[in-house]
């Protein structure tokens, strides 16, 4: 299923995309798309039994905003790189076990919201991601096997980053990472059901029409059911909990100089196979 969220922000409604495109109402049977319902079995039953019967609703999607699949975050777990080429590309040397960081629930937005370049940015910088939405309680998992099991779907994710900020500013990666509007998800929630490999999908983004990244989850260092595993050896993963994978080469921050960093009305498409394309008009905060 392609479940996703539609409104205006802080007021969004769920919504399902059926298989001929046409956009079906969710919300005479669930409140919203959240942890709770990802994690109840019998819930995503109904919706999908209604929507084999053709007792959805349809919702006219003209003028219609797309807000983030996925409401009331836990958390945004980040893996850093995380892709051979992307390593390879930023001179370092590919991470022995899983780069983790950390995002706030706070800097999600919609796929087509605006993203703002923050104050005082010089290397706003782009990186499309395959996003890993947990649907089971995910702890002291054992193998990459189970791991794959406690994931209810995925989406595209944008980890927009400032590198000064980042990697000059001293100490962690976090303010360069947890800026306003820094993490665009979605369109949509793509049950795992509708993802039989996360190891086969193709990641694209362009800036200004012109192609950026053009990657494969297949150059992925760890995986996504061992970077559930060995996540869920450190911390509790919950349902509604969002595992970011990695971006694959092409970041600005990997090209030759003077590096083309991202500045107010440029504008950003990106998408993964089956999980929808984003675009988003870049402002200055």
């Not at 079906?24 to 990802?38: F, H």
């Not at 939405?133 to 994710?157: D, F, K, M, P, Q």
């Not at 869920?232 to 003077?258: E, H, I, K, Q």
């Not at 083309?260 to 675009?279: F, H, S």
Request: glycine share 10%; hydrophobic share 40%; charged share 25%.
């Amino acid at each position: 299923m392609k479940l996703l969220r539609v409104g205006t922000a802080g007021r969004e409604r769920p919504a399902l995309l059926d298989p001929d495109g046409t956009l079906r109402d969710l919300s005479g049977l669930v409140a919203d798309i959240d942890g709770t319902l990802l994690a109840d079995e019998d819930a995503l039953g109904r919706i999908r039994s209604a929507a084999a019967a053709g007792d959805l609703p349809a919702l006219d999607a003209t003028g219609l905003r797309t807000g983030p699949p996925l409401a009331r975050i836990g958390k945004i777990v980040c893996i850093g790189l995380n892709y051979h080429d992307h390593a390879r590309e930023t001179g370092a040397e590919p991470p022995a076990e899983p780069v983790i960081f950390f995002k706030a629930p706070d800097t999600v937005v919609g796929p087509d919201d605006t993203v703002l370049i923050p104050r005082g940015s010089v290397k706003t910088d782009w990186e499309v991601e395959l996003a890993v939405v947990i649907g089971r309680t995910a702890r002291y998992l054992e193998s990459a096997e189970e791991g794959l099991a406690h994931v209810a779907g995925y989406a595209v994710a944008h980890d927009v980053s400032e590198r000064e900020f980042q990697t000059e500013r001293g100490g962690t990666w976090d303010k360069g990472k947890n800026c306003e509007t820094f993490n665009p998800l979605g369109p949509w929630l793509v049950t795992a059901d509708e993802v039989p490999d996360p190891q086969n999908l193709s990641l694209r983004l362009w800036v200004n029409g012109e192609l950026k990244q053009d990657g494969t989850t297949a150059e992925q260092i760890f995986p996504v059911g061992e970077v559930v595993r060995y996540v869920s050896r450190f911390m509790t993963l919950y349902p509604g909990d969002v595992v970011n994978t990695g971006t694959p080469a092409g970041v600005a921050m990997g090209r030759p100089d003077p590096k083309p960093y991202l500045r107010a009305g440029d504008v950003v498409e990106l998408e993964v196979t089956g999980l929808g394309r984003q675009r988003q008009v870049l402002a200055q905060a």
